[in-house]
């Protein structure tokens, strides 16, 4: 899962750091912060293993298009962890401000129980103009915050944004007083005009009260990219384990593993949204399409994710406006349960095109394993089965899907690697779009794909 971790810091491959400060105590870890602010010069703060009791929150304001790396010794052994110095203590661990195009990288850091009453970010906010932000080999534990991103918030107007090989486990975002926010359990990530990246990490009993029991990941107009993770139960309001979304870009989710997440609405998996105003349309504004984006949802492999309420039990996709695509190639969708037993919302997929019935995005759906209970075959201008729903069949195309049990190797103990048996094997296909080289764990990919986050690779001990 380490295979990004020199591409986590390219960014500054061509920075000559001015200033290295090496830290070892709260006291001199902030005091490296500071002069890191006020230096105007490039800076890296390594810090040593040991666990640092924090009385207020690290910070650091990085100007004039400075750039500011934070990272664990590598040369002794242990872990950074930055923690409250006492269980009460309501802090955040750690704010950084990046004005103009200051860049920011935090690599190796772990942190546990920050909290935030009133704001985002529970154990680490970071905030951007136009430089890049690269959040790599951490670890999130039981943080929170009383608004979005219960672990970690990045935010940028420009800048690409980046969180890889990290972990996050039993984070919250329970959400402000007012009932509004709390989106992103784990990681709340978003750049209005940047690409959004989340790759190679593991989300694991997070939740969120509003969207997004792991991620609430948006970017107005780049490329959102949600790529070979592994997602465990997380619970959401909307988007089990993912809530992601664009007005006017593209958002890619490929080699994704989801297994038991669950939302108490749409997408018990996964939620993808054209936005703004997907809720106005819904409600019934035939008025308000959104601009064109283009989804592509590919080799990933979504089991037993629940919906409690409406719109797919692992999937749920809005998508409006003719110019807009999905893009579903690979996947495997299995024993996944919607449970609104009123209508057919679609126990593994379901897509809601608008309520203006002119609203008709191309939707293709390729070499997928469904459950038994999924009909492919549109009527009435619509699919409407048990396990796939599509609210607007018009631009609608298929084949190569499957009806069948993917055959796992243990998906009771949530091993979701797959047999030399399966069906997935040699099943998917070579020309999806954003076809992924390797699978999520970076095995490579045969010369004739697998449906799946999974690659077998040849000479597998994996029999049944």
């Not at 601009?291 to 999937?315: D, K, Q, R």
């Not at 094997?425 to 999806?432: E, L, P």
Request: aromatic fraction near 10%; hydrophobic fraction near 35%; glycine fraction near 12%.
């Amino acid at each position: 899962m380490l295979r990004s971790a020199l591409f986590a810091f390219s960014v500054f491959s061509a920075v000559s750091f001015s200033a290295t400060f090496n830290v070892s105590t709260p006291g001199e870890f902030q005091t490296a912060l500071t002069d890191a602010s006020g230096n105007g010069e490039d800076d890296e703060i390594i810090v040593a293993p040991g666990t640092y009791e924090l009385t207020g929150t690290l910070t650091a304001t990085i100007t004039d298009g400075k750039n500011l790396i934070i990272r664990r010794d590598d040369s002794s052994p242990g872990y950074v962890v930055l923690k409250p110095a006492d269980f009460g203590d309501k802090i955040r661990l750690m704010r950084i401000v990046a004005q103009g195009d200051s860049s920011v990288a935090i690599k190796g850091l772990t942190f546990i129980f920050g909290l935030v009453e009133s704001g985002i970010g529970g154990a680490l906010f970071v905030n951007s103009d136009t430089g890049s932000v690269v959040v790599s080999e951490c670890k999130f534990k039981s943080n929170r915050a009383h608004g979005d991103g219960g672990a970690l918030s990045l935010q940028s107007q420009e800048g690409n944004l980046t969180v890889t090989d990290c972990e996050f486990y039993n984070n919250v975002s329970y959400g402000s007083p007012a009932g509004c926010c709390g989106g992103g359990g784990a990681l709340d990530i978003r750049s209005n005009y940047g690409n959004v990246t989340v790759e190679n990490s593991i989300f694991k009993m997070n939740h969120s009260a509003h969207n997004g029991g792991a991620i609430e990941a948006h970017s107005s107009t780049g490329i959102v990219r949600i790529e070979s993770n592994i997602f465990e139960g997380n619970s959401s309001g909307a988007g089990g384990a993912v809530n992601a979304g664009s007005i006017n870009g593209t958002v890619v989710m490929v080699n994704n593993m989801f297994h038991n997440n669950q939302s108490y609405g749409l997408g018990g998996g996964a939620f993808l949204v054209n936005t703004p105003g997907w809720s106005g349309c819904l409600q019934g504004g035939n008025d308000c399409p959104p601009s064109p984006v283009h989804m592509y949802v590919v080799n990933n492999t979504f089991h037993s994710n629940i919906s409690e309420n409406i719109w797919g039990g692992a999937l749920g996709v809005a998508i409006w406006n003719d110019n807009s695509g999905l893009h579903v190639y690979n996947n495997i969708f299995w024993q996944n349960i919607n449970r609104d037993t009123d209508n057919y919302r679609g126990d593994d997929l379901f897509v809601h095109t608008g309520t203006n019935p002119s609203y008709a995005p191309t939707i293709e759906l390729y070499n997928n394993i469904f459950d038994l209970n999924a009909s492919f075959t549109p009527s009435g201008g619509a699919v409407v089965s048990e396990d796939l729903y599509i609210w607007n069949a018009t631009n609608y195309s298929y084949g190569g899907n499957i009806k069948a049990d993917p055959r796992f190797v243990n998906s009771g103990e949530g091993d979701l690697h797959i047999t030399r048996r399966s069906p997935a094997v040699d099943s998917g296909n070579n020309f999806a779009p954003m076809l992924p080289s390797d699978d999520f764990e970076s095995d490579p990919r045969d010369t004739h794909v697998d449906i799946g986050a999974d690659e077998l690779q040849r000479g597998s001990r994996r029999s049944r």
